[in-house]
């Protein structure tokens, strides 16, 4: 069946813009994960939603971080006036609450000028 | 807080011989712990997980790892080497109420295979 898949795959933007970065879920998983993969931090967890819960929205590192999710299942991950260090790949997951593991997209790249 | 260390930032082994990478976590209740695989260019991967019984788990790939509450171990092994495990390999202990919450990573062990 379908993974989760990733738009873009690379995104290029120039410092102060705002970027829209999408993920598909495997359908009917429940849960969708948002984490960020860069040199200088490994892999960082961002936010995450469960059903109808309200999301965890612990790990974003600024107000300049959203995240929604519609209907269940597409998610974006929303960037305003980016900055450099917002620099890195960005990976979505999603999960059921039946055997709870994380399966993994290809992720964006996301290079801020 | 919960925690993954991954001792070794890098690690070379030879084609066929055994491997075992090291992840000590920190979580104050039973944890769930996972081994992912990422090689260059390409996504996480799902090597094996742990979420009770048997301490002794099988993966894919022809590996395994064993949890050791004691030494809030989860060390990662495999018997013999290929030179197609060379790779980046992430640690990671669910966090979370439920465990099923977000994943807290190590910072990964690269994998170098000499012929």
């Known amino acids: 069946g379908a993974g989760v898949s990733q738009s873009p795959s690379n995104k290029v933007t120039e410092k102060g813009k705002d970027v829209e970065l999408r993920c598909d879920p495997i359908s009917g998983h429940t849960a969708l994960y948002w984490y960020r993969q860069s040199l200088g931090q490994g892999l960082e967890f961002l936010i995450y939603f469960q059903g109808n819960s309200a999301p965890d929205k612990s790990g974003l590192p600024s107000d300049r971080f959203s995240a929604e999710r519609t209907g269940g299942s597409v998610s974006t991950l929303t960037i305003q006036r980016t900055q450099q260090e917002d620099s890195a790949v960005y990976l979505c997951?999603?999960?059921?609450?039946?055997?709870?593991?994380?399966?993994f997209g290809p992720g964006t790249r996301l290079t801020v000028l | 807080a919960q925690s993954v260390t991954q001792p070794d930032i890098h690690i070379t082994v030879s084609e066929g011989a055994s491997l075992e990478l090291r992840c000590n976590y920190s979580y104050g209740a039973t944890p769930y712990l996972f081994w992912y695989v990422q090689s260059p260019g390409q996504g996480l991967q799902l090597l094996l997980k742990?979420?009770?019984?048997?301490?002794l788990v099988q993966g894919i790939k022809g590996f395994e790892a064993e949890f050791k509450r004691s030494q809030s171990s989860f060390n990662l092994r495999k018997p013999s080497v290929h030179w197609s495990d060379a790779a980046e390999y992430f640690c990671?202990?669910?966090?979370?109420?439920?465990?099923?919450?977000?994943?807290?990573f190590g910072q990964g062990t690269t994998l170098q295979v000499k012929p």
């Open positions: 990671a202990v669910g966090a979370g109420s439920s465990n099923t919450g977000k994943l807290i």
């Open positions: 742990y979420f009770s019984g048997d301490t």
């Open positions: 997951a999603s999960s059921s609450l039946r055997d709870r593991e994380q399966y």
